[in-house]
């Protein structure tokens, strides 16, 4: 199993990013994915997720900012990322939900700053 993340960079506090993440060597349609992220000495802070029958979970300080979505066509997760603040900034991991275990990307890096 393969996620692979992309979008990433730097941006301006209120600017915009759109996140991937493409999974190989999985039945994409049957996993839950999520997004999480880190920042450097925290713990992995989960951020949203969506299941395989399209429901959604986000945690409280990105409602309204932050919107995950799916395409099972193109075994791919997104985080669309509106009105990014300087606290968003972190590496930004994809992960698929598995019965026996968890598969996670290699991350991204998102930096907000002025």
């Known amino acids: 199993v393969q996620l692979v993340e992309s979008g990433g960079g730097s941006v301006q506090p209120g600017g915009s990013l759109k996140l991937s993440c493409v999974a190989s060597g999985l039945i994409f349609s049957l996993y839950k994915m999520g997004w999480y992220r880190q920042i450097p000495g925290k713990q992995r802070e989960f951020v949203a997720s969506?299941?395989?029958?399209?429901?959604?979970d986000v945690i409280e300080s990105v409602k309204g900012r932050f919107t995950i979505s799916r395409d099972n066509a193109k075994d791919a997760v997104y985080l669309e990322m509106n009105n990014l603040q300087p606290e968003d900034t972190a590496v930004y991991y994809c992960k698929a939900y598995g019965q026996l275990e968890d598969y996670w990307g290699q991350g991204t890096q998102v930096t907000v700053s002025a």
């Open positions: 969506i299941s395989e029958y399209r429901h959604r």
